[in-house]
């Protein structure tokens, strides 16, 4: 029998996850199917009973799903209640949908690749929204100790820090905010292709430290190719949507996968070809 599994969002064909896991399916030889399924929010309650028919083994959730599909489903798991939202259904009975998110391990895997984590050195990250709340539940839960959140709108920020007791500065303070840093991430939009640029002083921040930016279109923002000039250590946000895929294909086609130089490739491609 040919596993089923797909992406749904509104819109979907910007989505890379096709590509993702599609070169997974033809590297392990399995015999399964992974689709791009354009769903309106109209649509949502009824392609998720589709699915469940279907005999669907799970499929990804983007926007703007991954909130309201949370009470369609028949369990969360701790980290999608934790974050808030669901990037991953799995299949796990008969006509039974759990929903998850691996976007903190995902990011996690990310920068371990580059470095281990520096869990006694403060972290600080720019953002609130929903990505900004799925590495807050993972860099708590990798155990570092203090962290530092600044947003352009200080509500979100401080929303978010009584959930994960992280501490709350200002925006126009997110320069100082960097001072005796391990790790600065980047989770707004600011400096993504089409954007306004990030405009942060990082002469506070130490030269050991590590700068992440979970954009990859440009895949080197303003913000790394400035890090990486004064000599941090960078890590592109490529590798955080390489990575959160992995536990979705593991669930579904039964083999974990690995992120390779050439599932990199594959993907970069994709980006450079505007796909």
């Known amino acids: 029998m040919t596993l089923r599994a797909g992406v749904i969002g509104w819109p979907v064909g910007h989505s890379l996850s096709p590509r993702i896991h599609r070169f997974w399916l033809a590297e392990l030889g399995i015999e399964g199917r992974y689709e791009a399924v354009v769903v309106s929010p109209d649509w949502l309650e009824d392609t998720v009973d589709r699915f469940r028919v279907g005999g669907w083994c799970g499929f990804n959730v983007t926007v703007p799903h991954k909130e309201a599909i949370i009470p369609l489903l028949d369990a969360i798991d701790r980290t999608a209640r934790e974050i808030g939202a669901v990037n991953t259904v799995v299949a796990v009975g008969e006509g039974r949908f759990e929903g998850r998110n691996s976007d903190a391990p995902g990011f996690l895997a990310s920068i371990r690749a580059a470095r281990a984590i520096r869990t006694d050195r403060p972290a600080a990250l720019l953002g609130a929204g929903g990505a900004a709340r799925a590495i807050l539940a993972g860099l708590a839960g990798a155990g570092v100790r203090e962290i530092r959140i600044a947003n352009r709108d200080r509500a979100r920020a401080e929303t978010l820090a009584a959930t994960f007791a992280a501490s709350v500065y200002d925006w126009e303070d997110r320069g100082r905010m960097l001072d005796g840093c391990g790790l600065l991430v980047n989770s707004t939009s600011l400096g993504m292709t089409g954007q306004p640029p990030l405009e942060i002083d990082l002469s506070h921040l130490p030269i050991g430290a590590l700068v992440t930016d979970i954009v990859y279109r440009p895949l080197e923002t303003e913000l790394l ?51």
């Open 225 to 275: 190719a400035r890090a990486a000039a004064r000599g941090n250590l960078v890590v592109d946000g490529l590798g955080m949507l390489l990575h959160q895929a992995v536990e979705g294909f593991g669930a579904w086609f039964g083999v974990t996968p690995q992120v390779t130089p050439a599932l990199r490739d594959h993907v970069l491609a994709a980006i450079r070809h505007g796909a």
